[in-house]
DNA sequence: TGCAATACTTTCGACTCGACACTATCAAAT
DNA sequence: ATTTGATAGTGTCGAGTCGAAAGTATTGCA
């Protein structure tokens, strides 16, 4: 019996962590609710914003935000229906369609992250930044799903002197790109410990 | 413009943690949704479990999980039409309810941390847990809300050989309220780093 | 006895979500 | 060229969540 109790408020690391994530879900829920959209729009036009050219379709959508194509669908028709996001053709496959953001999208997406949500020492900031991207990097692994790097982290990422290349698709990069999200990411090349690339050094 | 797309991708750290904990929630979600209970279900579920006597209001869980009394009071009619919850008269106040598991709910409840949903080295699993209350105390006290750390090590907390007491609402505590969650929590004693009090020296 | 505050419930409309069925397109085998 | 099956996306449906607002019962204070 006391053992049960005990058990109960001593719980394993990972059952902690799954409380723990079950309130930080709702307080960012309602924090990003506070905004004109609300939080599935707010995900999805913040993936829009840092997603390459060849992830920001319906599917890329949905598989980042691990929800399904019937959803994505509806939200980002409503996200075009706002104004922020614009529809067009993928790609050389007609039945793809990809979204973009509009200027108003963009404007949006900046100023999602200028609401500060938590308050804590820069060092902490980072700390915490860290550990989220082990637990997003854990959890992915444990279902099978996709990374979603960045692309010059890719082990398909070509650099030369011409500019970058993506050796999987066999297209040229445009230089920006290669620090946006991209569906097709496999980690392999460098940064293991950090995916996304975000290193110092600036250009 | 190389700036702006720099800017996009090497972010500010909380808007990458703003980033993180968007995919964080709804991997989080979709794994509880697989058990027969939806998200909202499995957190009142869970918090129910691990929460002392006098935190099992619906006013308390609407706090803990930040969602309005009404949306709480409906998740937990549903707790209790499912027959893993059982509603009771709350103490002297008539106007209070209590929610306590029912042996059912108390088996869902274990079966959901049963569920890994995330396979990660002990050591990383603690880093991470660690930084997530990190993460929680801080949003919280940005919002002014209530830490709902464990009875014990909070600074209304007194033991005595008689055993425990609580100095704020002034009554006697069995031994295992000690470890539970208390809504009145107020940190201050001990364990500031921790105040879910999980150390060593298992009794 | 009022009167305001509190705990909780109920109802309402907007919305999310997954499941499912559906169309269009592609790719590969025949 | 045709068939077959997989894939990309859309539309619809019901269950459920959500916050807002109104309502009920109770408490405590004046």
Sequence with gaps: ????????ACMTAAHEI???????SRLHGTGRRAAGLNPAQASALDYLARANRFSRTPSAVADYLSAT???VSQT??????????QEGPGGSDRRSRRYDLTPQGQAVA???DAAPQVDLPASQMEEVRDALQQLVRGMIAARGG??????RSCRHHRASAQGAHCALLDVPLRDEETTQICQEHEPGRTEKARPDGCDAGGE
Tied chains: 1, 2.
Aim: with cysteine.
């Design 76 to 85: 980002l028709k409503s996200l075009a229906a706002k104004g922020l996001a």
């Design 1 to 8: 019996m006391v053992i049960l109790t005990r058990y109960q």
């Design 69 to 71: 194509r019937g959803t």
């Design 110 to 112: 900046g100023a999602l």
């Design 18 to 24: 799954a409380s723990l994530l079950d309130r930080l």
């Design 146 to 151: 996709r990374s979603f790097g960045l692309c």
